[in-house]
T-cell receptor, first 111, second 114 residues
Framework: GEDVEQSLFLSVREGDSSVINCTYTDSSSTYLYWYKQEPGAGLQLLTY?????DMKQDQRLTVLLNKKDKHLSLRIADTQTGDSAIYFC???????????FGRGTSLIVHP | KAGVTQTPRYLIKTRGQQVTLSCSPISGHRSVSWYQQTPGQGLQFLFEYFSETQRNKGNFPGRFSGRQFSNSRSEMNVSTLELGDSALYLC?????????????FGSGTQLSVL
């Protein structure tokens, strides 16, 4: 079946930029999402990008999509301790209502 | 608007028992999905309901079942619990079906099977 891959951990220093990467296999993916999960909570939609876009910026968040390489990234500028969480990449193809999630990247922000 | 509400927040059961989890979607949302989250497998899709009908089902055994009521509230049931069913069960709602619909998640029910 279709797959979404993410690295499991990322450690950054407070104030630096974080870049979380994701690759997917479904070439018909139309929507790609980033969700954030804080401890003891459900997933919160951070941002999403439609497959005909290359980039989307929303305050400190920048999403880059390389459709040719099926690579999605989330850049968090000026990373804060409150950004420590698990970040999930997900993709949804036009033919399916069901998103496929990656296993999540644990972002650890240290002083 | 209230968010997605899941009850109970925590559950402890023993092997062989059954359990029922509840999910109240955001008001006006008609689609409810369920996911199982474990450290080893990540998020696995269980099923999706819309207008009281199961529209999609993931690759889980028949011990996992669900239903949706006319007010869009949903329940999922797991019978004959196994140790491997220990997980965080997440419910998500969206206004309708469609690839452009965004999912809104509840905080989940943490199920521990002893």
């Amino acid at each position: 079946g279709e797959d979404v891959e993410q690295s499991l951990f990322l450690s950054v220093r407070e104030g630096d930029s974080s870049v979380i990467n994701c690759t997917y296999t479904d070439s018909s993916s139309t929507y790609l999402y980033w969700y954030k999960q804080e401890p003891g909570a459900g997933l919160q939609l951070l941002t999403y990008i439609f497959s005909n876009m290359d980039m989307k910026q929303d305050q400190r968040l920048t999403v880059l999509l390389n459709k040719k390489d099926k690579h999605l990234s989330l850049r968090i500028a000026d990373t804060q301790t409150g950004d420590s969480a698990i970040y999930f990449c997900a993709e949804r193809s036009g033919g399916s209502y069901i998103p496929t999630f990656g296993r999540g990247t644990s972002l650890i922000v240290h002083p | 608007k209230a968010g997605v509400t899941q009850t109970p927040r925590y559950l402890i059961k023993t092997r062989g028992q059954q359990v029922t989890l509840s999910c109240s979607p955001i008001s006006g949302h008609r689609s409810v999905s369920w996911y199982q989250q474990t450290p080893g497998q990540g998020l696995q899709f269980l099923f999706e309901y819309f207008s009281e009908t199961q529209r999609n089902k993931g690759n889980f055994p028949g011990r996992f079942s669900g239903r949706q009521f006319s007010n869009s509230r949903s329940e999922m049931n797991v019978s004959t619990l196994e140790l491997g069913d220990s997980a965080l069960y997440l419910c998500a709602s969206s206004p309708s079906l469609g690839a452009d619909e965004k999912l809104f998640f509840g905080s989940g029910t943490q199920l521990s099977v002893l």
